[in-house]
């Protein structure tokens, strides 16, 4: 073929081939496609009208209030760390979960992610049941009407009301004030109320010292500036310290026939049990162990003696016991919200059976468990369990033991270093006795930092608490009447504190008061 007729060939093929189609990026199609999603979605958002927004939190709690659900029996093999698959055996009704239910039963745990509405998220944040960080079966699946019974059975008292006066629980008729020669004391140290801080200006603030046996020199040493260069006159006549292992050795009638007073620290029974509960959380212990750990590891490296604060985190009693426990948290109440609901459920509504699992002398253990949730809650809140360590060992347990002709001295947890020193002056010291800063005090003794569970209660789940601590919360406002250091102000204003916590039982106990 000649080079005309290639020419005319390769025209003819042009004109019959059409317009161009070029290759359009694949970035360009996304782009445009996006823009078009975008503005759907704007255009359907501005249609809305505003009564009907969707709320995030109003619909989980629809949810949970609207749907019964039967937990039955989980099994599960529990290894130190939170397991991601449950095995709920059906019972009447199919037990779901926020996640995906398979056919096969397994309920896979789901990772939530809602955006809540900001105009409404504070406004529901206290009706809301569940934590959406970590969020139980346990709790998605109880039903509102459980609490609300008892909820209303006292006056509410919302944060603009004026609160009833406290007068009526100010009773100084069994305060017991000695001649200061004839003082004998103890330092009991009450967990969780900042007895360890104290303890660490103590000579004698060691559990050896119940037995004459001397605690490390210069404890308070330890602490920088003026509050560690010289010893306080109340660390020179507190002859021994008691703290929760002589308690539950049943041997504080004994060590109290021994003192004609006590030194006590002492703290809002709800504040009290919130920093149990969170203290003995598996996460919490977890992350402070590691933490105290490595810190001891610097320490040691760099030749300086061990922090205070940098103490070795045990485990909750026996290896068996101590994984029941951790399960217990798991399964049963693995915030503080949820706890709070857990003590209202009924007796063997709930139920976890399940099979734990530990390491103990070369050998994988076994040992089937069965938690009955409600039950439990209300055993730990009532201080008939040692599942929270501390909330076991209250002002009940301390206190029911201590005669009425005992001296006492209290130490609010709120108003530790005025009442250090005012304990101080009048057990002889010339001089107010320097106290630490707070930077100090938190480098040497709870340097701890943030952990993972924190306090998430709501206000409702404050008031169920309240009424389970009832018994606590009075024995806490009588340590507060018989207190010598304390005038009547200072209780009154420590009573409002608590007040603000628990308004109505503070009301139950004045109701009580003025009808005796």
């Not at 009450?190 to 559990?207: E, F, H, P, Q």
Request: with cysteine; hydrophobic share 35%; proline share 6%.
């Amino acid at each position: 073929m000649s080079d005309n007729h290639l020419q005319l060939d390769m025209q003819k093929r042009i004109r019959n081939r059409g317009p161009s189609h070029r290759r359009i990026p694949l970035w360009t199609i996304f782009g445009i496609a996006s823009s078009a999603v975008i503005i759907v979605i704007f255009h359907v958002n501005l249609s809305l009208e505003p009564n009907k927004a969707i709320d995030a939190t109003t619909s989980n709690n629809n949810f949970l209030n609207n749907s019964h659900h039967d937990l039955g029996n989980a099994t599960a093999t529990v290894r130190g760390k939170e397991p991601h698959l449950y095995n709920f055996s059906q019972s009447k009704n199919n037990y779901h979960q926020r996640g995906n239910v398979h056919k096969s039963g397994l309920v896979k745990r789901p990772s939530l992610a809602i955006k809540l509405n900001s105009d409404t998220t504070e406004k529901n944040n206290e009706n809301t049941l569940h934590s959406s960080k970590m969020t139980s079966p346990l709790l998605a699946t109880h039903p509102e009407s459980s609490f609300n019974n008892n909820s209303n059975t006292l006056k509410k008292h919302n944060s603009n009301e004026t609160l009833p006066s406290v007068l009526p629980l100010i009773n100084r008729s069994q305060k017991v004030e000695l001649p200061d020669p004839t003082r004998i004391l103890t330092f009991v140290h009450i967990g969780k109320s900042g007895g360890s801080t104290i303890s660490s200006l103590l000579r004698n603030g060691c559990m050896e010292s119940i037995q004459g046996k001397p605690c490390e020199p210069n404890r308070w040493e330890k602490f920088p500036g003026p509050a560690g260069r010289s010893e306080t006159t109340a660390s020179r006549r507190i002859s021994f310290y008691l703290h929760t292992p002589h308690a539950e050795q049943g041997k504080l009638p004994d060590y109290y026939s021994r003192v004609t007073s006590i030194v006590a620290v002492a703290r809002d029974p709800l504040e009290r049990f919130f920093s149990a509960f969170l203290t003995r959380h598996p996460k919490n212990m977890d992350e402070t162990r590691s933490r105290n750990k490595r810190a001891r590891m610097i320490a040691e490296l760099r030749g300086e003696p061990e922090p205070l604060w940098a103490k070795k985190v045990w485990p909750n009693g026996k290896p068996d016991a101590n994984e029941e426990q951790r399960v217990a948290f798991r399964a049963c109440y693995p915030n503080v919200e949820e706890f709070a609901h857990c003590v209202e459920i009924p007796r063997g509504e709930r139920v976890y059976n399940g099979t734990i699992q530990w390491w103990w002398r070369d050998a994988w253990k076994y040992k089937n468990i069965s938690l009955d949730c409600g039950e439990l809650c209300r055993d730990v809140v009532l201080g008939r369990s040692e599942f929270v360590h501390h909330a076991r060992w209250g002002y009940q347990a301390f206190l029911n033991p201590l005669p009425q002709d005992r001296e006492v001295f209290v130490i609010r947890t709120n108003y530790l270093w005025n009442d250090w020193i005012h304990v101080n002056n009048l057990l002889g010291s010339t001089y107010d006795v320097p106290v630490p800063s707070k930077k100090d005090a938190e480098r040497v003794i709870n340097a701890r930092g943030r952990l993972p569970v924190r306090n998430n209660v709501s206000e409702k789940g404050k008031r169920i608490l309240c009424r389970y601590l009832k018994e606590e919360i009075r024995m806490y406002v009588n340590l507060l009447n018989r207190a010598v250091n304390l005038s009547d102000e200072d209780v009154r204003v420590t009573l409002e504190d608590l007040q603000r916590n628990c308004p109505e039982v503070v009301e139950t106990l004045m109701l009580e008061n003025e009808a005796r």
